[in-house]
């Protein structure tokens, strides 16, 4: 069964960082880009950023450059993303999807997603 797991998520103190997991599980990553939204409470799903197969990023969201970035270890069939500097409106719940290239309209397969919490 083809699935996407997002951990990692928390507490974290304002300027603190974390790094959440994707861990994908019925197929392997190696060939897809995978996405990278988050959704505050009250609020519409903002798509974050999204890591290509060939490991290049495309940053949707301009508040997150030089803050976010991520990664991925094919040999774990895991992405992760890397938040570092957080603020307290980076608090949400973050959630990974699958893609062929990194159109969020595309994204499919999304995980039931990791919260943050930022407090400061």
């Known amino acids: 069964q083809v699935a996407l797991v997002e951990s990692g998520g928390g507490l974290v103190q304002a300027g603190g960082s974390v790094k959440l997991i994707c861990a994908a599980s019925?197929?392997?990553?190696?060939?897809?880009?995978i996405g990278w939204s988050r959704q505050a409470p009250g609020k519409e799903r903002e798509n974050v950023l999204c890591?290509?197969?060939?490991?290049?990023?495309?940053y949707y969201s301009n508040s997150v450059k030089g803050r976010f970035t991520s990664s991925r270890d094919n040999a774990k069939n895991t992405v992760y993303l890397q938040m570092n500097n957080l603020k307290p409106e980076d608090a949400a719940l973050y959630s990974c999807?699958?893609?062929?290239?990194?159109?969020?309209?595309?994204?499919?397969?999304w995980g039931q997603g990791t919260r943050v919490t930022v407090f400061s």
């Open positions: 019925g197929f392997s990553l190696d060939y897809y880009s």
């Open positions: 890591i290509h197969a060939t490991n290049r990023i495309t």
């Open positions: 999807a699958l893609g062929n290239g990194c159109v969020p309209a595309d994204f499919r397969q």
